[in-house]
């Protein structure tokens, strides 16, 4: 008896052997089986393997949720119903995603214009408005204190007067349209020819000239909108001539009105 106890001690690591080949029998066998199973299937029997040996059998792959009734297989080589299991929900990351970079087009700030520039695309716009063979003109040129703009002649007002007429009033509605947008102040500047008025309301040049600016801009102001600090007006009577006074021409060129653009840097605008 004593023999068969030590030959039986022996030999029990055959019943460990038999039991691993059984399960490795088994194993193969649940393979084969589901070769063609579908997906669910085989996402149970992962899962009854994981519950079974406490691995994760098929690496890399996710979690799955364990359902009821799948297949486990336990060490003692036994087989059945999976025990129900309450599946659990992966709630999504609260981790918030970088933001993202949104560059904003900043309109880049306009360089403005040079006085040469602005006197250049003046003159294309202003001096061609009068038609040839009229008796005045416009003229645009480029001061030490501005750009100046002299409107000449009868376009405005007729000799010794102060009331601008109804072509002059066109006239000046499409100056006034040019000037305004541009960022400047503006001087409203009266001149007369050498010819003393005949007495009435303007006893001399000086109330001419300066009747002949404060109405313009009071047309600028009250028409055209212009603000009124933009604005100023001043009479220079006959003594600031452009032209000798000698001849008709140089009279209807000095009988003018001047709308000076003032430089920003003017001693006139400190």
């Given at each position: 008896?004593?023999?068969d106890?030590?030959?039986?001690?022996?030999?029990?690591?055959?019943?460990?052997?038999?039991?691993?080949?059984?399960?490795?029998?088994?194993?193969?066998?649940?393979?084969?089986?589901?070769?063609?199973?579908?997906i669910?299937?085989?996402?149970q029997?992962?899962?009854?393997?994981?519950?079974?040996?406490?691995?994760?059998?098929?690496?890399?792959?996710?979690?799955?949720?364990?359902?009821?009734?799948?297949?486990?297989?336990?060490?003692?080589?036994?087989?059945?119903?999976?025990?129900?299991?309450?599946?659990t929900?992966?709630?999504?990351?609260?981790?918030?995603?970088?933001?993202?970079?949104?560059?904003?087009?900043?309109?880049?700030?306009?360089?403005?214009?040079?006085?040469?520039?602005?006197?250049?695309?003046?003159?294309?716009?202003?001096?061609?408005?009068?038609?040839?063979?009229?008796?005045?003109?416009?003229?645009?040129?480029?001061?030490?204190?501005?750009?100046?703009?002299?409107?000449?002649?009868?376009?405005?007002f007729?000799?010794?007067?102060?009331q601008i007429?109804?072509?002059?009033?066109?006239?000046?509605?499409?100056?006034?349209?040019?000037?305004?947008?541009?960022?400047?102040?503006?001087?409203?500047?009266?001149?007369?020819?050498?010819?003393?008025?005949?007495?009435?309301?303007?006893?001399?040049?000086?109330?001419?000239?300066?009747?002949?600016a404060?109405?313009?801009t009071?047309?600028?102001?009250?028409?055209?909108?212009?603000?009124?600090?933009?604005?100023?007006?001043?009479?220079?009577?006959?003594?600031?001539?452009?032209?000798?006074?000698?001849?008709?021409?140089?009279?209807?060129?000095?009988?003018?009105?001047?709308?000076?653009?003032?430089?920003?840097?003017?001693?006139?605008?400190?």
């Amino acid at each position: 008896m004593a023999g068969d106890h030590g030959r039986a001690s022996r030999e029990r690591w055959l019943i460990t052997y038999a039991d691993m080949l059984t399960l490795l029998l088994a194993f193969f066998v649940i393979l084969y089986s589901i070769s063609k199973a579908d997906i669910a299937r085989f996402r149970q029997f992962e899962q009854g393997m994981q519950q079974a040996f406490h691995v994760d059998v098929l690496k890399g792959s996710t979690s799955t949720n364990p359902v009821s009734g799948g297949a486990i297989v336990g060490l003692n080589d036994a087989v059945g119903p999976a025990p129900a299991i309450v599946p659990t929900v992966t709630l999504p990351s609260t981790e918030l995603a970088p933001p993202i970079p949104v560059t904003i087009p900043v309109a880049a700030t306009p360089t403005p214009s040079s006085d040469a520039q602005v006197t250049e695309r003046l003159r294309q716009q202003l001096e061609g408005l009068v038609k040839p063979g009229t008796l005045g003109g416009i003229q645009v040129e480029e001061r030490p204190d501005g750009i100046a703009i002299s409107i000449y002649g009868v376009l405005l007002f007729d000799a010794g007067e102060a009331q601008i007429g109804e072509a002059g009033l066109k006239l000046l509605d499409q100056v006034a349209a040019d000037i305004k947008p541009l960022p400047y102040n503006v001087r409203v500047e009266g001149n007369t020819d050498s010819i003393q008025p005949d007495g009435g309301l303007y006893p001399t040049n000086w109330e001419l000239s300066a009747a002949r600016a404060l109405v313009v801009t009071h047309y600028l102001i009250n028409v055209e909108h212009f603000e009124p600090s933009r604005l100023s007006a001043v009479g220079y009577a006959e003594f600031r001539p452009v032209a000798p006074n000698t001849t008709r021409e140089g009279r209807l060129r000095n009988r003018r009105v001047d709308l000076v653009l003032v430089h920003p840097n003017s001693p006139s605008t400190r």
